[in-house]
C-alpha cells in the first residue's frame, strides 16, 4: 500500500504524477505497483438504438454489444484482465436501459467473467429521452511487461483479424463473422507467435499499423496488393492488427473464425 499512499500525497500536493500514469495508445494506466498496471478504456455511442430520434436503428440488445465492444476489445487486447464495467445511459431504466445492460452483462458471462466483473453506472430518470446515447468504461488489471510494445522485431508479418466496418456504410451485427469475436481475440492473444496487437477503430487499419510499427521502433512495408482497405474506418473494433512471428499461418487461420489478411511486414528504419 506504500504505492497508493505515496500517490495519493503527490496529488493533495498537486505534484507530478507521471510517474504513476501513462498513456499507452487509447488506455489511461495508473501503475500500482512494480509489476502492475490499472489500464482504463472507454467509449461512447450516440444516435444509434430504436429511439425516435436515432440516426441509425437497432435494438438495444445490439446498441449493448457494440457499446460495450470497443472499450473490452482494447483492454483484452493487451493482455488485461476486466473487473470493473460502468455503464452511463442516456436513457432510461424500464424498459430500455435494462435490456441494454443485459446484453452487457451475458457478454461478461459469455467471457466466464461474471464473477469478476463489478459493474457501477446509471441512467436517465429525470426527462423523456428521444435518442439514444451511451458511455462504458471498463478497467483492468495488467502485467507492465504487457504495456511495453516494443517487443516486435523486423520480419514479422502484419495480420489483420476480421474485416473493417462500419455503420451506417455497413451492415455492422454481432453475428456477422467477418467482425473479430471475443473468443478469435482470446485465442489470438493466447498464440504464441501474435507479438503486439491493436484494435481497429475509425481511422482505420494504416493508422493503427503505423502505431504498432512506431511502438516498436519500426517500419512498415506493406503488401503491393493488399486484398482490403486499409483506410475504411474499422467502427466498433469490427478488426485487428497484430504482429505475428509464427510459422504456419493457416493453422493460425484454422483455429478462428474470423478471415485473416496478412496487409506487410516489420521492418529497421
Not at 99 to 113: F, H, S
Not at 224 to 237: F, R
Not at 248 to 258: M, P, R, V, W
Given at each position: ?75 483484452l ?13 442516456s ?61 516486435s ?19 455492422v ?5 467477418e ?11 493466447a ?36 486484398s482490403?482497405s ?40
Amino acid at each position: 500500500m506504500a504505492e497508493w499512499s505515496d500517490f495519493y500525497q503527490r496529488l493533495q500536493q498537486h505534484q507530478s504524477v507521471s510517474n504513476y500514469l501513462i498513456r499507452h495508445r487509447d488506455l489511461t494506466c495508473l501503475r500500482v505497483d512494480e509489476e502492475h498496471f490499472l489500464v482504463i478504456a472507454n467509449d461512447s455511442l450516440g444516435g444509434i438504438g430504436s429511439k425516435p430520434l436515432d440516426f441509425v436503428q437497432a435494438s438495444p440488445e445490439t446498441v449493448g454489444y457494440f457499446a460495450l465492444r470497443v472499450p473490452l476489445m482494447e483492454i483484452l487486447s493487451v493482455g488485461a484482465l476486466p473487473f470493473l464495467i460502468i455503464d452511463n445511459l442516456s436513457v432510461e431504466q424500464e424498459p430500455y436501459g435494462k435490456a441494454i445492460l443485459t446484453e452487457i452483462r451475458r457478454i461478461a458471462d459469455t467471457l466466464g467473467l461474471e464473477d469478476a466483473v463489478h459493474f457501477n453506472g446509471s441512467t436517465e430518470e429525470n426527462v423523456p429521452v428521444a435518442q439514444t446515447g451511451v458511455g462504458i468504461t471498463v478497467v483492468g488489471v495488467v502485467k507492465s511487461s504487457r504495456l511495453q510494445g516494443n517487443d516486435s522485431r523486423p520480419g514479422d508479418l502484419l495480420i489483420v483479424g476480421g474485416l473493417p466496418k462500419s455503420a451506417p456504410h455497413h451492415e455492422v451485427t454481432p453475428t456477422d463473422r467477418e467482425l473479430i469475436s471475443f473468443r478469435d481475440l482470446e485465442v489470438l492473444r493466447a498464440d504464441t507467435g501474435v507479438i503486439d496487437m491493436i484494435p481497429v477503430g475509425s481511422k482505420g487499419i494504416l493508422y493503427e499499423t503505423q502505431e504498432l510499427a512506431r511502438s516498436a521502433k519500426l517500419q512498415i512495408q506493406l503488401e503491393n496488393d493488399v486484398s482490403i482497405s486499409l483506410q475504411t474506418s474499422g467502427g466498433p473494433s469490427t478488426c485487428v492488427v497484430f504482429s505475428w512471428r509464427g510459422t504456419d499461418i493457416d493453422h493460425l487461420s484454422e483455429k478462428i473464425e474470423t478471415p485473416l489478411t496478412v496487409i506487410g511486414q516489420l521492418k529497421g528504419k
